[in-house]
């Protein structure tokens, strides 16, 4: 049998890329690994823009979407770290369940 | 601007003795205590002495204009302006006013003089004089103001000073009260002539006419006299409350002459203002104040010829207070109080005369009447300082110097008192030649023969000569108690009595002598005489000689009661001589056993004190207690009530305002409060709480989706 690769199969690896994503940003406590959570997500979304714009629409507005998606993702991971570091530099711990501090 | 003489010096006349009851009034202490009496006397005499100078000057001068040309105007400036009516204050120096304002400076300097003497000693000497100037004030005022605003000024204040003056020992509660009494009895008469006034007015300016017709005449609102005088007719046909205009107008200003006056019914208050010293009574409830009334009715004459029915009246009450008050003369021993009843009279012939229209003849009395009775009154005051005196040296506290049964033989011990004293009591009974003898003589003559009452004139001329028997009894009564017989009291005080100082006797001098020549101002037409005050006043009474009307008898017939006037006269002398020459008849204290209830009522005024006391004041003052009651229970419970309900009603609100807003207030906050509290344990600050809390969401949103939209 031949396997033809259709939308669904782009679906599902997205779909199992998301989840994995959030299960990462749910059970983790780390600051890091929550960023690592949060690229994974962006880039399931990023396969469905890609996906989509090869099986549905045959214009490039999902690519550049997807491009766009990507230095979004480097400019947030940019500052995310900077924000880390600066959490990391006052408190001593990137822990985010114990970084509370703004909601006395 | 006006075709009158001007008197550019009219105002000093009232204005200096105001002047000196102020230099007196307010620094009279300062100077008692520093230099004494003199320079207070000086000021206090020099005033009114200045007046009369000035009142005789003009007066001079008025003799030497024609009859009709014979007024003097001194207008200061307009004092009220309203509209078309205009109130000059103004001084109007006519025969009638000018001729009172000479007696009244005269008789007033004299009586200032006089009190020297008598005041002499006295603690508050200088607030004395000081009343008596602010006295002559107020009478210049009543007498020279030519309008009726400026009269009633005069008119109450002659009541203030006399109040002032009656109460002046006020640390003895009789002379306070006595005071009162005076000034709350004119009070009720002054109610009178305000209405009057009032009514004057409103009638001159409007009013209706006989058919009910409202009239409009606004440039006729006027009180000043000599314009009402011109148009005095148009009250003719006007009525006012279905009442002839003029008649309602005079009977209101009659009312108010008889308190001023002391006419019945009001008079009750001048026996009772002999509380004062005597030189007050003398001066104020003799010879001035209490003519004020007649002076009044005289000035306006033009008013109360209008109508018989006041002048019935006026002459009708004077005839009967001449005739009651001389009764009750006959029984006083307080030799003031003879006196004061025998004012009354008097007064009452005085409103006989001008009530039936002639009036010269009432202000002839007038005159003749403040020289003769200020001449008693000051004879009268000369003994009771004696007696004041010797008993005072005699230690003798307990009997009253004023008690004529105290008295007796006191001729030898004061000469001329008792000479003054004896010539003024010949001139009031009327002996012939004597001048009360001519002025009651014309009264009584002219009420015989007068046309214009209602009631025939007989009557008048019958009951005013039944008073003039009694007045000729109980004043040489007084006399002969006073003067002759033997001393009642002890030798010691005998001793110290003697004769007054020459400040009195001066004086008593002078008003004898007058008492006695006084009449010849007015020589009846009889004796073909030249009648010197008819002629003078006649410009100020022409204006009602129209109404006026007389009946015409005989010369025989006047020459036969002139004869019967002195009959009368000289049977009251010889019957008081029989009783009372030597205090040694019985008949006297007979009569009194045989008749004690009629002695007793005459005595006592004919309880006519009591009678006031026990329907007006009691009923007054029970009418005060029911006011005082219903305001204490009905309006003060209302009152209170209202307060008790507010204040319930307050409590009320308060607690709901306590409870109920601020409880929705405070329960809103507090439940914003409580949501706030349970609300932030949700925000925890865990981003991954949110992230559940979204997640969930989401499942939620999905799970929606498949039920409803599958």
């Known amino acids: ?104 | 601007m006006e075709p009158f003489a001007q008197a550019h010096l009219l105002w000093l006349i009232p204005v200096l003795p105001l002047l000196g009851a102020f230099i007196n009034g307010a620094f009279g202490l300062k100077i008692h205590r520093r230099y004494g009496e003199k320079p207070i006397h000086v000021v206090a005499i020099l005033m009114p002495a200045l007046s009369f100078v000035i009142a005789a000057y003009y007066f001079l001068q008025m003799t030497a204009l024609a009859p009709e040309q014979r007024q003097m105007l001194n207008h200061l400036y307009d004092w009220i302006r309203i509209g078309d009516f205009n109130l000059p204050l103004a001084f109007w120096f006519d025969p009638l006013s000018g001729a009172m304002t000479l007696m009244i400076t005269f008789v007033g300097t004299l009586i200032h003089i006089y009190s020297v003497g008598y005041m002499h000693k006295d603690d508050s000497y200088w607030r004395f004089f000081a009343y008596m100037n602010l006295f002559m004030f107020s009478m210049l005022t009543l007498i020279l103001g030519d309008n009726f605003v400026l009269m009633f000024v005069g008119w109450e204040g002659v009541g203030l000073c006399s109040y002032l003056l009656i109460s002046f020992w006020y640390r003895d509660l009789k002379n306070a009260g006595a005071g009162m009494k005076a000034f709350i009895t004119n009070r009720v008469g002054d109610f009178g002539f305000i209405i009057g006034m009032f009514a004057l007015l409103w009638a001159l300016g409007g009013g209706w006419n006989a058919s009910g017709y409202a009239l409009q005449r606004p440039e006729n609102l006027t009180l000043v006299f000599r314009e009402i005088k011109l148009i005095a007719p148009l009250l003719l046909n006007e009525q006012i409350f279905g009442i002839a205009a003029p008649t309602f107008i005079c009977l209101l200003f009659f009312w108010g002459a008889t308190a001023k006056s002391a006419q019945i019914p009001l008079y009750v208050w001048l026996p009772d203002a002999m509380a004062g010293p005597t030189p007050v009574s003398a001066l104020i409830h003799a010879a001035t104040m209490v003519t004020a009334g007649v002076y009044m009715v005289a000035r306006l004459n033009f008013l109360f010829a209008m109508s018989p029915v006041v002048m019935t009246v006026v002459a009708g009450v004077g005839a009967l207070t001449a005739l009651f008050a001389a009764t009750i003369g006959l029984f006083q021993t307080d030799i003031k109080k003879v006196l004061a009843y025998s004012t009354v009279s008097q007064l009452g012939y005085m409103f006989m005369g001008v009530g039936i229209g002639a009036y010269w003849v009432g202000i002839f009395h007038l005159l003749t009447h403040a020289f003769f009775k200020a001449c008693l009154f000051l004879g009268s005051g000369s003994v009771i300082h004696a007696m004041h005196h010797a008993y005072h040296k005699s230690n003798n506290h307990h009997d009253d110097p004023q008690d004529m049964r105290n008295m007796g033989g006191l001729g030898q011990y004061m000469p001329t008192t008792k000479w003054t004293y004896l010539a003024a009591c010949f001139a009031i009974a009327g002996f012939p030649f004597m001048s009360g003898f001519f002025s009651k003589d014309e009264i009584l003559w002219l009420n015989f023969a007068n046309a214009n009452t209602l009631i025939p004139g007989q009557v008048f001329w019958a009951i005013g000569a039944g008073a003039a028997l009694l007045t000729a009894f109980y004043m040489f009564r007084s006399y002969f108690m006073t003067f002759t017989g033997k001393f009642r009291g002890s030798a010691d005080t005998a001793h110290h009595l003697h004769e007054s100082p020459k400040s009195i006797t001066s004086v008593l001098k002078t008003l004898g002598v007058l008492s006695i020549i006084g009449g010849v101002i007015g020589l009846p037409k009889l004796w073909h005489l030249p009648n010197f005050l008819e002629h003078w006043l006649e410009p100020v009474f022409e204006t009602a000689q129209p109404y006026l009307h007389w009946h015409h008898y005989s010369h025989g017939l006047e020459w036969g009661l002139m004869a019967l006037s002195v009959v009368i006269a000289f049977t009251g002398f010889a019957i008081a001589y029989t009783l009372y020459k030597d205090a040694r008849s019985k008949v006297p204290a007979q009569f009194i056993q045989k008749y004690p209830a009629l002695h007793r009522v005459v005595y006592n005024k004919y309880y006519v004190d009591e009678f006031y006391q026990a329907t007006f004041i009691r009923g007054t003052m029970i009418f005060s207690n029911l006011c005082d009651w219903f305001d204490r229970t009905v309006v003060d419970g209302l009152v209170n009530l209202s307060a008790f309900v507010t204040h319930q009603f307050s409590k009320l609100n308060g607690w709901h305002d306590n409870k109920v807003i601020d409880g929705a207030v405070n329960g809103l906050a507090s439940l914003t409060g409580y949501c706030g509290q349970a609300l932030r344990k949700v925000q925890t600050g865990r981003i991954q709480t949110y992230l559940y809390v979204l997640l969930g969401g989401g499942l939620v949103l999905i799970l929606i989706r498949f039920v409803i939209f599958s």
Do not use: Q, Y
């Open chain 1, 1 to 104: 049998m031949t396997l033809t690769l259709g939308l669904p199969h782009f679906l599902v690896v997205a779909a199992l890329l998301f989840s994995l994503g959030l299960v990462c940003i749910l059970s983790r406590r780390n600051a890091i690994g929550l960023l690592l959570g949060i690229e994974l997500m962006l880039n399931a979304a990023n396969i469905n823009l890609i996906a989509f714009a090869r099986f549905v629409e045959s214009d490039l507005s999902g690519h550049v979407f997807a491009l766009f998606v990507m230095v979004l993702a480097a400019a947030e991971a940019a500052i995310a770290m900077a924000i880390v570091l600066a959490i990391f530099r006052s408190m001593k711990h990137i822990d985010v369940n114990l970084t509370v501090n703004l909601k006395e």
